[in-house]
């Protein structure tokens, strides 16, 4: 395929390529504590050409007594809706965009890696920085079909059981992605239990870009450089969302072995009768 960037493009590359022939765009907006905003914000107005996602619909399943508030979206539909919105596997480089500093994006840009194809970027700064810079619209794109035949990757993932099995080992690093007070057990806005899991380090998701949604390269190289021969690095968040940002962010950094706890602290809530919860 055509030689594209790699994990970061800035709107000034993307208004250059807007109608590259092998390019896909993505809108991730949302907000967890109001499901449809994003759909609505995307109705509104997006990037010409761009493409909706929703993270409760598209990039997640349903949701049972274990396994975190955001499972996996199942295999086969979520190479449906790839193809659907023109994505072919090994040929389609992907823009992902959020307005959240990558907390959506980040979790489809990880599930491409997951399901086999990498070719994916996201966008620096984001929604905002595109529209106080570039053209945008409401106008629904022309879907042409693709075509995704998926390769998993579950070398990527880790369980509650495989958390517990090597957590404390040290050569293993878990990392909680979320805000500090959280982490902390200070509050929890969500999940039925404050704290974070015994022997979790944390390294919150915001630090990854600045308050603008812009990332600086030199400062993700160096914010993992403790971490650089850690045989083992294991992330969650609160249900494996943004999460996958510092799992963007490490590979920002040249750091390829983590792996994300996909149930997160949701997950591990839900074992509360546990000895390890």
Not at 146 to 172: N, T, W
Not at 241 to 270: F, M, P, R
Request: glycine share 6%; proline share 7%; net charge negative.
């Amino acid at each position: 395929m055509t030689k594209f960037p790699e994990l970061l493009v800035s709107p000034h590359w993307l208004a250059d390529n807007l109608n590259h022939p092998q390019l896909v765009i993505v809108d991730c907006r949302f907000a967890l504590t109001n499901p449809d905003l994003g759909q609505q914000q995307y109705q509104q107005s997006h990037i010409p050409g761009a493409f909706y996602l929703d993270l409760n619909h598209d990039l997640s399943n349903t949701v049972h007594t274990h396994g975190g508030r955001h499972p996996l979206p199942d295999p086969a539909d979520f190479a449906q809706t790839l193809a659907r919105i023109g994505i072919t596997d090994q040929k389609t480089f992907v823009v992902a965009y959020d307005d959240s500093r990558f907390a959506f994006a980040a979790r489809l840009w990880w599930l491409l890696c997951y399901f086999g194809h990498p070719q994916i970027a996201l966008l620096d700064g984001g929604w905002s920085q595109w529209q106080a810079r570039y053209p945008v619209t409401n106008e629904l794109p022309n879907t042409q079909m693709g075509r995704f035949d998926y390769q998993l990757h579950p070398e990527k993932i880790v369980d509650r059981m495989a958390v517990i099995s090597c957590k404390d080992q040290p050569s293993v690093a878990l990392i909680d992605s979320r805000d500090r007070p959280r982490y902390w057990g200070e509050y929890e806005p969500i999940d039925p239990i404050a704290g974070h899991i015994p022997g979790a380090i944390n390294f919150p998701w915001k630090e990854t870009t600045d308050e603008t949604g812009f990332v600086r390269l030199d400062q993700q190289r160096q914010r993992w450089q403790s971490l650089k021969n850690t045989e083992k690095i294991m992330v969650y968040c609160g249900s494996g969302v943004t999460a996958c940002v510092n799992l963007w962010s490490l590979e920002i950094a040249g750091i390829s072995q983590g792996k994300l706890y996909v149930g997160g602290w949701s997950d591990w809530c839900s074992y509360q009768n546990s000895p390890e919860s």
